[in-house]
């Protein structure tokens, strides 16, 4: 078996978020900047681990997906914060947790020439995240807390936890 990529997980999202039947490849090819192959193995990964119904690619294994969410994604796409940069805010830095988790001299953020924040970066799952999540905040705040899960401490990752599954839980019953 061929292990998960980490763009397996940005593609997974997207699928997720899109709900049931609403998404073909056609669609996700331009949002992802992905070929229609690409996208086709990477939810073949998925499915080998479990995550979601082999093709059709028609049911999410929620509780899996979060499991290795909460417990594996921090192992198996291990980060370390970088050099201070300017870039786009994530893991508690972005909106989805800045104001739950207040850390004024700890800011994260995913390098971008674009972006307004200064802080220590990140290196996200896929090096076009700051372009797949212009116009997809469920998408942006989806990964900001898989890094916030990547990067934090206890009480980030317990956060943060809380958030993706209710996330996830509420996106995955579209399927069922």
């Known amino acids: ?14 699928v997720l978020l899109k709900g049931g039947a609403g998404w073909k490849y056609e669609q996700l090819e331009e949002e992802l900047g992905l070929s229609k192959s690409v996208i086709y ?3 073949s990964r998925c499915a080998k681990a479990k995550f979601i119904s082999p093709n059709p ?5 929620a509780s899996n997906l979060l499991e290795f969410l909460q417990h594996g994604i921090q192992y198996a ?49 896929d090096k ?3 372009e797949i ?7 942006y705040d989806l990964l900001a807390l898989v890094d916030a899960i990547r990067v934090g401490k206890s009480r980030e990752k317990e956060i943060a936890g809380k958030l993706l599954k209710e996330k996830i839980q509420l996106h995955a019953v579209s399927y069922q």
């Open 128 to 130: 076009r995240v700051a």
């Open 1 to 14: 078996m061929e292990p998960i990529k980490p763009h397996d997980i940005i593609v997974l999202f997207k």
């Open 57 to 61: 690619f028609d049911y999410f294994f």
């Open 77 to 125: 796409f291990a980060v370390e914060p970088g050099k201070m940069s300017k870039g786009i805010p994530t893991a508690h830095s972005a909106p989805i947790l800045n104001k739950q988790i207040v850390a004024e001299n700890d800011q994260y953020i995913w390098p971008n020439a674009k972006g307004n924040t200064r802080g220590q970066s990140i290196e996200p799952l």
């Open 133 to 139: 999540i212009k116009d997809d905040p469920e998408l």
């Open 41 to 43: 193995r990477s939810l």
